[in-house]
């Protein structure tokens, strides 16, 4: 199954305490369950720039973990242009690469940010479906 996974996804599953928690057991199901990230070189830039920042004061280590499970795991792929409007140009990249596999999802925790489309999905959301599907 294949997912594109929004930053805020990364960076609640590295603030998050609990390892129930929805974020962490998509992050987990990348490499583990069968989970594969989609992504582009704008989606690793991201990645990097924002679980760099200061503010988050996550471990370099625990950051290379992380991108390297994504790639490693998952598949570069491209954009497939969008006319949606959506109040977060940053966000576009996300949809867009989401759009280039059939029967793929956009995992985010900020579900407003982007159209209403059933590949649209919370984390949570994404959990239910994994179950459904048998990889958890």
């Not at 987990?28 to 990097?48: D, F, M, Q, T, V």
């Not at 988050?56 to 497939?80: C, D, W």
């Not at 994994?130 to 990889?135: D, F, K, P």
């Amino acid at each position: 199954m294949y997912a594109v996974i929004d930053t805020n996804v990364l960076v609640a599953a590295l603030l998050s305490r609990h390892s129930d928690s929805a974020t962490v057991q998509v992050v987990s199901a990348i490499s583990e369950k069968g989970l594969r990230p989609l992504y582009n070189h704008e989606i690793i830039a991201e990645y990097k720039e924002v679980l760099s920042r200061p503010k988050f004061e996550f471990p370099s280590k625990a950051i290379a973990s992380i991108l390297n499970k994504i790639q490693m795991s998952g598949m570069a792929s491209y954009r497939v242009p969008s006319s949606e409007v959506f109040p977060d140009p940053k966000d576009v990249v996300f949809y867009e690469v989401a759009m280039s596999k059939d029967d793929a999802y956009l995992v985010t925790g900020n579900i407003r940010h982007f159209p209403k489309n059933t590949i649209v999905v919370t984390p949570s959301e994404m959990l239910e479906i994994l179950q459904r599907e048998g990889i958890l």
